[in-house]
Nanobody, 118 residues
């Protein structure tokens, strides 16, 4: 069974940076599409980054140019580099793996808190 564990969250000042990690166990990262989501209190969950098998990445306008998703396949770990952080980036960040086949396999991590404050 595939398990995900996020790490790297914490406190940051506006304009600062954090790098989140999503470590995969029980499965092979490269078999999956990887998404990072975030959810702030009272708000809907928002997808903030995607990386597909080809290495192509996708971001919404809210984080484009500031966030970078990447993978280290030998380490079976995905990352979310977050730069130029803003208070509105404060949320719980979770990674999600998706595999499409005879059925869709979806795995979520428990999430890690990111708080941006001055």
């Amino acid at each position: 069974q595939v398990h995900l564990v996020e790490s790297g969250g914490g406190l940051a000042q506006p304009g600062g940076s954090l790098r989140l990690s999503c470590e995969v166990s029980g499965g092979v990262l490269e078999d999956y599409v990887v998404h990072w989501y975030r959810q702030a209190p009272g708000k809907e969950r928002e997808m903030v980054a995607t990386i597909i098998a080809s290495g192509d990445t996708h971001y919404p306008a809210s984080v484009k140019g500031r966030f970078v998703i990447s993978e280290d396949k030998p380490k079976n770990t995905a990352y979310l580099q977050m730069n130029a952080l803003k208070p509105e980036d404060t949320a719980v960040y979770s990674c999600r793996l998706l595999k499409y086949g005879p059925h869709v396999e979806s795995v979520w991590g428990p999430g890690t808190q990111v708080t941006v404050f001055s």
